[in-house]
Structures are given as structure tokens and as C-alpha cells.
């Protein structure tokens, strides 16, 4: 993510203004690698979230409040005792380094003023939140780095803090070209660009070659002349964005979504933002949802699979013995054909008998206990006929059991790949919990009855229908069977796991058209399992056609009266 060390001193220019002279109110840690600080400045408040998340480092405000946890840990204790009701003097970043500083003054025990610094480095998975006294000891940190883990720099209470080891590089406002360009090693372009410019992020340096129209892969040593007056032109554009300030926060839209504080790194398709923090907001607020729905979603998920894992064992003991017990009447004939000859034959290995059944009748060679009768020998295999029959039958039941729980089970996997929210994942993991697949249910949910949280999805088509989504099997199963009325239209894609689609039939006096058929078919593509497809079968029919598998899991139904289209998933922009 290009955090760097731009954007950093964008945001510190941003939140100096902002939060110098604020007093710190509250401290707060509600992750374990990232705090929360609420500062009351200018007559108003202000969240100012510090992270040393190893994917996600960051530093804005923030307008996200997350649940905290009812014991604070430690390092959160410490910055309470020594920063909370202190006031910021300064806000300050080591050169343009991802190396973020706060100064806070605050009276000691004995009532005289003493600075404390609370120090953010933004450093990938080395990111750490330090606080430090005004002589630099460190007071402690948000992660503790000891000699195992690092033998070039220890991060721990009574240390010494020490700058992390820092390359020497040219400062982006004044940059000297003539250096930049021949004083360099044969590398790739935005390779030296990083190397050679303090601040500099793969992402900008890239933009920067793109905007000055060079190839950022092309070996330096091959530059043209006037590649380098291009770029030249570029980075003294850059140069001077950032000595004045003259900063254009965006959030950039090309093949995967990032950011950037300099018009040099906005793309075709860009969302501006007013300011450097409501940018990082954004941006980070959604990666972190994100983040945190799909470590949700894995939890579950993972439940779902053992399940299905433990099913299909089931699916292939059951195939197996229905294999191994098909030819069970074969013994019944066997024994009959024993009887209909006992008198004739004798004790031995084999009886050689005309099996009767067969037009014309053939000659079977039966085997034999030659230590039994002939009598015992046709009981035998007539026991061993009704054993089979009673594995076989049982079997095709059970086979048809599980391919149904596999089918459930299925159409859960597939709503929790679509979840979008808390709410829906939580209403899955409750179902789960109430079929006895997860052994912890929601929480917040006091009985087995809980109603959901979430709703299905409701989108009004083009033409006035209103269009309703199921987000899980409970509500597939109300939207269908209780819900819907009987001439309202009910849609689902063809033998494989997806919503319950419905089209509120009756303010059109139960007509429906063909736009709002392919409308509604299309978000039955979309959620389902075959969202990815370009084409997909979606059946439809009346509600009325619609009915419950008698002792069937939730969601699971049979429907008659079908018709069928082929569509292209498409997602439905939700409007409740």
C-alpha cells in the first residue's frame, strides 16, 4: 500500500493544523497492534487512529469506533497514565521517513510540565508504536523487539530509542538531476527512483515514469535524452507539489485500488477527497473491513468444510457399499434355486444347477459348504441375500441424506463467499450453530430462536418491481414460504447452490416482463455459486409452484412449473 513517506508528510502537514494544542482525552487499544487516540482540539473531537498493523501501518484520523476490550492491555495502561489530559505541542516526521512523532506535555507527580514522544514507524511488518521520555529512553512500546529478533536494533522498556537505520538518498524537493541521472547503478527505473529519493514508494515512482511517458522497468543506463527531460519536467512538478503543500488526495481506481497525495499518481479513474485523512479513512477503513469480514468469514468457513469433508467419507462408504451389495438378489435366486433342487443334488464344492429365471434357462455353478446340506447351503445364501438387501436399501437412504446435507452445506458455503457485513456472517454462523456444526454461536444470541439480524436484500428494478435477495438459507426459506405471496415470481439458478430470488408481483396485478425476468435472473446468477460464469441458467416459476422438502434443512425446497433463461451475473445495488 503506498503509505509512504509522502503521504506521511502530507498527513503530518494535515493533523499539525488540526491537533497541535489538543488535549488528549481518552486512549484507547482496541486491536493488539493499533490505538486509538480521542483528542478534544478547536472545540471539536477528534479520533486519531496509530497502527502498527504488519499489512496495514498507518496514522490518520479516523471516524471508525471499534468495541474495546473490557480489560485495556498493558501498553494501552501506560499511554493512559502519561499521555491522557497531556496537550500536543508538536507533530513532527524524521526527514521523509515513515517515522511519525507526537509531543505531548503533560504536569508530572511533583505538578511540573514534562514532554512525553509517542513515536509511530511505519515500517511494514517492523512497524512499531513506541513511547519515549524527553531524553529518548523508551518507556515502552506497543511491540517489544529483543536480540532474538533483531541484532540490529532492540526496541524495549529503558533502551535507548534509536532511529532505525537509514539510507542516504535525495530529499524530493530539491532533487539534483545531474546526480539522479548519471551518478547511478544499471537497474530498473523505478528501482532507482526508490533507491535514490527519500519518500518514494514503488506505486509513485511507477506513476511518476507512466506520467512522464518511460518505460519504469527500463534499465537507467539505456535512458534517452529525452527521457530524462521528461522525467526531469515530471519529478520538478512533484518537487514542487510538495514543497508548497499543493497536495490532491485521491483514492485510485486501476487494476487494484490504492492512493496517493500527488495529482502525478492519479489514474484514469480517481475519487478525490478534500482532505489527506478522509482519504486514508476510506481507504483504510474499508481495507480493514475487509480484512477483518474475510477473518470472520475463514472461521466459519472452516467449519463448513469439515463438515462437508466429514459428509463426503460418508458419500463414498455409502457408494461403496451400495456397489458391493447391487447383486444381492442374485443370493435370493441362488437360495431358490438350491430348494427347487434339494432332492437332486449332493453334498460338494459346487451344485451345477438351470437357473429358471433366465429365458432361456442357463446352467449356474453355485458354490457350496460341502460340510453343510444342501438345505443349510440355500438358507445361507438366502441369509446372506436378505443382509444385503438391508445394506443396500439402507445405504440408498443415507446416500440420499448426505448428497441433501452436501447440498445444504454447499448452499452456506456459497452465502458466506457472498456475505458483504458482520450481520449476515453472523446470522450464517447462528444457523450453523442451531444445525450443531459450530459448537459457539452468535454473539448477542440468547436462544436457538433468535431472530436474524440482517436483511434480505431489496432492490426496485427499472419498472417499479420490487426485487428481494436471500443472504442465507433462513432467509431463502422465509422469503419463499412465508414472505412471498402465491402469483409472486420465484427464481434460482439451475441444480447448484444460490439465493432465493423474488419479484413482489402484486401492485402489477401479477404480471410480470421479460425485463425484470432477465433483472431478477441475473442477481439469481450473481449469488450464487456460479457468480464467476459469463452464462448461467437461472429457472423461474410462480411461488405457488414452490414447496418445502418435508424434514429438510432451511432454505431447501422443490419447485414444478418451471421455465428456464440464460444470464450473466450481475450485482445488485442494494437500496434497504
Not at 498527513?11 to 484507547?28: H, P, Q
Not at 533483531?150 to 534509536?162: A, C, D, N, T
Not at 434357462?361 to 441369509?383: C, G, H, M, Q, W
Request: hydrophobic share 35%.
Amino acid at each position: 500500500m503506498p503509505y509512504d513517506g509522502i503521504v506521511a508528510n502530507a498527513a503530518v502537514w494535515e493533523l499539525s493544523g488540526l491537533l497541535i494544542g489538543g488535549r488528549i482525552e481518552k486512549v484507547y487499544q482496541a486491536e493488539r497492534d493499533e490505538i486509538t487516540l480521542l483528542i478534544h482540539s478547536m472545540g471539536e473531537r477528534f479520533r486519531l487512529l496509530a497502527s502498527a498493523n504488519a499489512t496495514y501501518p498507518r496514522l490518520h484520523l479516523t471516524t471508525e469506533k471499534k468495541e474495546n476490550p473490557m480489560n485495556p492491555p498493558p501498553f494501552c495502561m501506560v499511554l493512559r497514565k502519561h499521555l491522557q489530559g497531556g496537550r500536543i505541542v508538536n507533530i513532527t516526521q524524521s526527514g521523509y521517513d515513515r517515522i511519525i512523532t507526537l509531543s505531548i506535555e503533560k504536569p508530572d507527580e511533583m505538578g511540573d510540565l514534562s514532554t512525553k514522544h509517542l513515536i509511530v514507524e511505519i515500517m511494514g511488518r517492523h512497524s512499531n508504536i513506541i513511547l519515549v521520555n524527553d531524553s529518548k529512553t523508551i518507556i515502552d512500546s506497543i511491540k517489544h523487539v529483543d536480540a532474538n529478533i533483531s541484532s540490529v536494533r532492540e526496541v524495549l522498556p529503558l533502551r535507548p530509542y534509536e532511529l532505525p537505520p537509514q539510507q542516504e538518498k535525495q530529499n524530493p524537493e530539491s532533487i539534483d538531476f545531474e546526480k539522479l541521472f548519471n551518478e547511478n547503478p544499471a537497474q530498473r527505473l523505478d528501482k532507482h527512483l526508490v533507491n535514490c529519493v527519500w519518500g518514494f514508494s514503488p506505486f509513485l515512482s511507477v506513476a511518476i515514469c507512466n506520467k512522464a511517458d518511460v518505460d519504469p522497468f527500463k534499465n537507467t543506463t539505456h535512458l534517452t535524452d529525452g527521457e530524462k527531460h521528461r522525467l526531469k519536467e515530471t519529478l520538478s512538478e512533484v518537487a514542487d507539489s510538495i514543497r508548497n503543500r499543493n497536495y490532491a488526495p485521491a483514492i485510485i481506481h486501476g487494476d487494484k485500488v490504492d492512493f496517493h497525495v500527488l495529482s502525478a499518481a492519479h489514474a484514469e479513474k480517481n475519487t478525490l477527497f478534500s482532505t489527506v485523512n478522509l482519504m486514508l479513512d476510506e481507504f483504510y477503513t474499508k481495507k480493514d473491513m475487509d480484512e477483518r469480514l474475510n477473518a470472520v468469514r475463514a472461521n466459519i468457513l472452516k467449519s463448513v468444510n469439515t463438515a462437508i469433508e466429514r459428509n463426503m467419507k460418508k458419500l463414498a462408504i455409502h457408494e461403496e457399499t451400495i456397489r458391493e451389495a447391487a447383486e444381492f438378489d442374485k443370493y435370493r435366486v441362488y437360495g431358490e434355486l438350491l430348494f427347487a433342487n434339494i432332492y437332486n443334488l449332493k453334498e460338494g464344492k459346487y451344485a451345477e444347477v438351470f437357473n429358471y429365471y433366465e429365458d432361456p434357462p442357463i446352467l449356474v455353478k453355485i458354490e457350496l459348504d460341502e460340510e453343510k446340506s444342501i438345505k443349510t447351503n440355500a438358507n445361507r445364501y438366502f441369509n446372506r441375500y436378505k443382509k444385503l438387501k438391508s445394506s443396500y436399501e439402507n445405504a440408498l437412504n443415507l446416500l440420499d441424506e448426505v448428497k441433501d446435507e452436501l447440498f445444504y452445506l454447499e448452499n452456506v458455503k456459497t452465502h458466506l463467499e457472498n456475505a458483504s457485513d458482520f450481520e449476515t456472517l453472523e446470522d450464517i454462523r447462528q444457523e450453523l450453530y442451531e444445525g450443531g456444526y459450530v459448537k459457539i454461536q452468535s454473539k448477542g444470541r440468547k436462544s436457538k430462536k433468535a431472530e436474524t439480524k440482517s436483511k434480505p436484500i431489496h432492490v426496485v428494478s427499472e419498472e417499479g418491481y420490487d426485487i428481494y435477495i436471500g443472504r442465507n438459507n433462513k432467509q431463502n426459506e422465509e422469503l419463499s414460504l412465508r414472505f412471498a405471496s402465491q402469483n409472486d415470481l420465484w427464481l434460482h439458478v439451475k441444480d447448484a447452490p444460490g439465493s432465493h430470488v423474488i419479484v413482489r408481483t402484486g401492485a402489477k396485478n401479477g404480471v410480470v416482463t421479460q425485463k425484470v425476468i432477465e433483472e431478477a435472473a441475473s442477481y439469481a446468477a450473481f449469488y450464487s455459486s456460479h457468480r464467476t460464469s459469463t452464462n448461467v441458467v437461472v429457472d423461474f416459476t410462480r411461488v405457488k409452484h414452490v414447496r418445502k422438502i418435508p424434514k429438510s434443512k432451511p432454505g431447501m425446497v422443490s419447485y414444478t412449473n418451471h421455465k428456464s433463461i440464460v444470464v450473466k451475473p450481475r450485482e445488485a445495488s442494494s437500496q434497504s
